[in-house]
Structures are given as structure tokens and as C-alpha cells.
């Protein structure tokens, strides 16, 4: 193939994506591509869907209707399944075992995926009591640490900011070695110098020719930093594309700052 | 996939040193030196005494099922009160090995646990939908709905329950009651032992952290629904030894051997001894088994009296036993550190 024309491998691909909670409709024909190396925000004001699309596609929710593809191959089932295909993800309100130290919630990414079959399991807990683990397992976690500059692997996560919660939560994503991650507002929270550590870690990830899918409040936040956003409003794609067009299009206008929106409720705290 | 797994593995940041080791598997090996120091200290006290032998079954049998207890419970956080079950499946597989089949009698040893697995991964599918409250109310009718049915099964001898065993023979070698005591307090150990490397192994990690956020543990990978059983199985397969255990060096077993005031009692022991680790679960057996026995309070209205002091020991003493040892451990190592560094 010939290089300059190469296209980055299309990695997420979804249409029509459809999700309701009994009458009410969270998303509605949701089309969303994602290619290698990309970063793709998701922005719109609290209750547009934002993360109820990244549930949807981690699978800790099952869209109502719609295709959604990972690298050609059909997404389906329980987050599990999708997260062995190349699916990792944080989450807004950071899931870690706080009672559990640094180290060991970053091993949790790495070691979960050898969970996955009864087999796999009861082998895992047979060389379990003999055995930390297999070879590699400490390094990884110890170089995963380092990348993010977290210090202090013995800490119970429960004892740290929320801003390093977010960041362990990252690592732990890391450690599955994904193909997409969805980071759902890895900002909220984190002050100016923590916003610029987890910017330069999306960036080091986007270097890799991982996918990210970041989602947001901040709007210009998320532009300075994405290749391509996506607007949100009422469960529909209002807007799909360069994020500095995304600030000044009327899209944006209508749902930041129109008639039906309010003004002092929406958009970043 | 595998370039970016080298990326993240051969990073520069690895050789500059900042973190050289991860300290895991220290505390295990700290807590073994202990318990196998503390096993040996309570085989010579125990001795030939035959009250304190009896003493040390009833200790070895709890300690196995507050042990088998410890991983659902304390590591994968779904408490299952069917362990009177499990500990009569244990019992009832030596004894019926021994009365209705030329089997040798260890073989029930080993089918006994692997029946209790399965049994809770069937009771925890039936389950699946439940938790909390209602999976406690499940598990426990089962438990006595299994009390029942062995009241009333003619093949293992009814509500009479079933004794005169054949003695244990290992491979033509019948060990007498003294080495078997000396056996009973190695394999609590041992078990214990194991289930504490297993709390710290990758397979721990998994199984605690699914306790506190099982939606990032499913995001990762794991089947958190099958986990959970797995967690139930080893569990019950725990129990279900120390059920065999208790039948083997009583040579009996009835269907109320194995109350529900023994699984309650269960449930405190690990609370007693410290939750921290598994070593916690055996102290508190032992506890509670020296109270129980000792003091004619606590042997009339004993189950009272200690889920008064564990109220009392959770309230004041949450880290248990073995937590605030550890915790006068460091404090000890920290005030030589600092003497030693004025030197």
C-alpha cells in the first residue's frame, strides 16, 4: 500500500444508536466513527447522553438498537467481552477498590482480563496460592506508575485527591492495553497542574495509535485538545467535526445559549 | 496489540529507578513465620491431653470454615450462610465413603470439597438475581432445607446420622489420632497460608477490588457474575473440608452437627482475629473455641456473648486482633528506625 495515502485503521464504527429508559429517549441515532491515533471529544450540556453513549458502547449499558464495530468486528455483550476485543474505560465518578493500594488498582486492568473464562479463573486461583502472578505483572504496573508520575504504589487509593484517583483510574485502563479508551471526564475535579499531567498522558496515549474518546463539559478545554468533536444535545449528534468550526457553529450557539436550554445550569461548572 | 505492551514495558521511565519493587507477597510470608511458629506452640501445649486434642479438632474445623467463610465474604463481599450445608456435604462424603463404599476413606477428603463447589456454584446461579439481604435469606433456607433432607435421607442414616468409621488409611499407612492432631494443625495452616497468598495474588486483587467497584472490574475484563462463583466454590470447598475434618476425628456426624449457630459463629471469628488477612479467620476459631469451652457462661449462652463482644470489638476495635498487632509492629519497627537514625 502506498504510504501517503495510507488511512489510520478505522477502529469504532456505530450507527444508529438508539437507547431509552422507559418513554425516555437517552440517545438517539447516534452515528460514530473512530480511527487509530485519534482523539474524539464528546461535549453537550449535563443530560445530553454524553455518557450514556460511552456506556453503550463499553457495554455497562446495552444500546436499544444500533450497530456498533470495533475494528470490523461486532461489538456485542457484557462489558467484559468488549473490553477483551480492546475496549478500556474510566469513569465519571472514579470506580476504584479504595480499600486496595495504588499498585493493586493499577494490576486490576492487567489481571482482569484473565478472568474471563471459568477455566481461566479456577486456574488463576490455583497458581494464585502459589504465585503472585504471572511474570511481567509487577514491571507493568511499576512502568505504567512511572508514566504517570504516581508515586507511592503502597498508598490505599481510598487516600488519595480525586484528581490522582482519576489518574490511577487512567492507569488501570492502561494496563489493559487497549485498543479505544473512553475517558469519561478525566478533568473534573483536578486542578490546573493535574489537568496538565492527565493532558500530556492523553497525548503520549493518542502517540501510541490508541483511539480516545474524551467527554467533557469544558468545551474549550476539550477543543484545544481533541482532532474531531462531537456535539451532544438531547440524545442527538447536533454536530460532528473540527472542533475550532464546533465553537463558532450555530449548533453550538443553539444548545449552549439557546432559547430552550438554560443558560445558568448547563455547560462547565 | 504487542507493540504497544513492549512500549509500555521498555519505557525509559523503568530504568531511571524511581520505583525499583512493588512490595507485594512481604506481609505473606511475615504472617507463615507467625502461624507456623503459633501452630507449633499450640501442638505442645495441646500434647497427649485428650480434652485439649478435642479442643484443637473443634479449633481446626471452625478455623477451616471461618476460613472457607473469609473468601466470599471478606475478599469478594457476598455472604453466604449456607456453610452448614457445606461442612455436612464434607461430613457426609467421609462418612458415607466410609460406610457404604471399600473406598479409601481419603478420597472423601477430596470428593467432599468438589461437591461443595458445586453446589454453591448451583445455589449461587439459582441465586444470581439476588444479593444482599436476600441472598443471606436464600442461602440460609438452603442450609436448613439441607438439614432436613439429611433428617430424612435412609442412606445416611437419618436424624441418627451415621458412625463407627473405618480409621483414615493413607496408602496402607493408618496414622494414629496424635499424628492427626499434629496433621489437623498443619493443614489449618497450610490453609491458611494458601488462601493469604491468594488474597495478594492477581486473582486477589480481582476478587477485592470486585467487592468495591465490580462495574471498572467487568469494564476490564472479568466475567464478575462467574467470579463471584468461583469466589462461592472455593469458599464452600474450604468448609466443606473442615466439615470433613470434624466428622473424620469424631467418627461421627449427625445432620444437626453443622448449626447455624456454628455458621454465625463463622462469620465472626474473622471479625475477631483481624479481616486483614486470612491468618485472622484461624486466630479467631481459636478464640472462640477456647471461650466456648472454658468459660460455663459462654458455653450456655455462648453465641450472646460473643456476638456481644464482636459488637464490642467492632465498634472499638475494627482492625481485629491481628490489625492492631500489626499496626504495634510498625509502630515498634518506626521507633527503631528513628533511634537508629540519630546514631
Redesign the interface.
Known sequence: MDATTAEPELLIEGHGLEKRYGGVVALTDVTIRLVAGEILGLVGPNGAGKTTLVDCI???QTANAGTLTLRGVKLTG???RR??A????T?QYP??????TV???L???R????????WR??W??F????????R????????????LQL?G??RLAGDLALGEQRLV?VG??????P?VLLLDEPFAGSDPSGIAGIIEVIRTIQR???GIILVDHNVDLVSSLVDRIMLLDKGRVVFDGDPQECLTSPEMQQVYFGGQVDLGGSGSK | ?S???T???D?K??S?G??T?????VQANGNALIGVVAAVLILVWVGTNGYKQTLLISAGAYALIALGMYVPFVLAGSLSLAYGAYASIGGYSVALISEKTALPLWFGWIIGPIIAGVAAVLLGTATRRLSGFYLVAVTLLFSEAFQTYLSNASYAGGAAGLTSFRPLDVFGWEPSFDVLIGATAVLVVVVAL??N??R???????V??M???P??????????P??SL?ALA?GAGVGALGGALFTQMNGSIQPTTFTLNLVFLAIYMPLIGGTGTSWGAALGALIVVELTLNLPSLHTSGTLLVALGVLVIMLVAPRGVLGYLDLGRKEVTRLFRRTGSRQ
Open positions: 463499553s457495554g455497562i457484557p462489558a467484559s473490553a477483551k480492546g475496549l478500556a474505560r469513569f470506580q476504584l477498590a479504595l480499600d486496595l499498585g493493586e488498582n494490576l486490576m486492568g489481571a482482569a482480563k484473565r478472568h474471563d473464562t471459568w479463573m479456577i488463576e486461583a497458581r494464585g496460592c502459589f504465585l503472585p502472578g504471572p511481567g505483572d509487577g514491571e507493568a504496573v511499576v512502568a505504567i506508575a512511572n508514566e508515586r504504589l503502597d483510574e488501570r485502563a492502561l494496563g489493559e492495553d485498543l501510541r495509535g490508541h | 496489540m507493540t504497544s505492551k512500549a509500555l514495558l519505557g521511565s523503568l531511571d524511581r520505583f519493587a512493588w512490595p507485594r507477597g494458601l488462601l497468598r491468594l495478594l495474588s492477581a486473582w486477589g486483587v480481582v477485592r477490588g467487592r468495591e467497584a462495574a471498572a472490574i467487568e469494564a476490564s475484563g472479568a466475567r464478575v462467574m467470579l468461583v472455593i
